[in-house]
């Protein structure tokens, strides 16, 4: 798999509880992708972009490592990226 819809991904990566979470994270126009604002559920994630978003009160900057099959565990979907930053 080369690419991947961004609220899937999220749902996956479990950065977002259901898909319809990540679906309403992704259309918020909240979300970064590769420094890009995001304001479609359908845009396209692939390994090596760089995801950035609101999360508590700091922003939170995520690398993608690989794309994911399916919703597996939490260790296996914390292998799937790595945390650029974490700014507050």
Avoid: C, N
């Avoid at 597996?72 to 979907?77: F, I, K, S, W």
């Amino acid at each position: 798999m080369l690419a991947m819809r961004i609220d899937k991904f999220l749902w996956y990566a479990r950065l977002a509880g259901s898909r319809s979470a990540a679906q309403k994270l992704a259309e918020a126009g909240t979300l970064r992708l590769d420094g890009r604002r995001v304001d479609r559920a359908h845009a396209l994630v692939r390994p090596g972009s760089v995801l950035a978003f609101v999360q508590g009160d700091g922003v939170r900057v995520l690398q993608v490592v690989a794309l994911p099959g399916r919703r597996g565990p939490a260790a296996e979907a914390a292998a799937l990226f790595a945390d650029a930053a974490h700014r507050s």
